[in-house]
Structure formats: C-alpha cells, structure tokens
C-alpha cells in the first residue's frame, strides 16, 4: 500500500511538467525527493528494495521531461535526446541486475540538462551573459560551444551527485529527517 500511495504522489507531482516547463520539472524533482521523507512519515508496510522501486516510478516524470523536450530545436533538443537515451540504458542495465553501482556509468545528467535548458527563458536577460537573443526577448538558441561548455558543468556535477547516492552511499545511513536536521545545523550553526 505504501508503494502505491507514494506512487500516486509522485505520478501526480510530474504532470505539471507538461504545462510549464521549468516550474514543472521543479515541482517533479521535488516530489520525486519527497518520497524519502513521505516513506518515514507514514507506514503502510514498507518499501522493499527501495532503489529499483525508485528508478521504476522515476519513469513517470523522465517520460515527461523527454516528451517536453520533443519540443525543442537545435543543441537543446539532440544533448537531451543523447542524455535521455544514456541514461534509459543505464536504467536498463540497473534493472537487468547491474546494481546502484552502474549508474556513475550512466549518470542522470539529463534531469539537469532539462531543467537547465527550460530555465534558459525565465531567466533575466542581465544575466545572459554572451547569449542572444530573438525578438520575442527569449535566449536565442546554444552555440555548439555553450552547449558543451553547460554540458560539461552539468554533467561534473550530476557525476559527484550520482557518486554520493549511488557508489559511496553517503547517505544510506541517513533518514531524511535526520539528513535535513544536519543541514539544517550546518547552516544555521554560525548564527546560534
């Protein structure tokens, strides 16, 4: 029961992505981390190896970030059909019995390249530093440099992120509550 309650939440917190872009995939990452707290605050029998659950219901929002960016053109829209792609193998290769440790092979950098590329309109065009832009006053489409330049930085990062998940495991011994509460100490601990 608990499976399906959470996968309702999660399934229902994708769907924004398909009206607005970048405050959907917001909204969709979100929940998708939501679970970790939501599994903690109810108990309706558990999540048994919770990891490939997980990957399974990220399906959901995955699907509706690479049907979002069936819309773009240019280097926005082939990075994120290559990134979808990459990442759906490693998906397989997890499910198939590869283990967590597969996925550093197989980062989620798609996740950040979405969000990045439909963040690229709301932001102020102050702060487009090099980018042009079209007469309608959105970011003219990458250059095939920034691309590989936001590609590059993306992906650093999403790797460091996929290594404290899924090979060190930094956090599995952690709760969500308790994760949090250590965030929380750090940054306020300079103003107690």
Known sequence: MEAIVIALIRIAGSLPVLRWAFVGGLIAVFTDLSDLFIRQAIDLGGLPNYQEWDKWVDQVYIWLFFLVSLRWTGWERRIALGLFGWRLVGFVAFTAGAGRDILIYF??????????????????????????????GAPAPLTRGEAVRWLLF????????EYTLHTGRWFDDFSAFEAAEAIWDFISGPFS
């Open 154 to 161: 993306l992906a650093a990062l999403k790797i460091f992120h």
């Open 107 to 136: 980062p989620h950098v798609f996740e950040f390249w979405f969000l990045f590329v439909a963040a690229r309109p709301h932001w102020p065009a102050r702060l487009r530093p090099g980018w042009a832009s079209q007469a309608d």
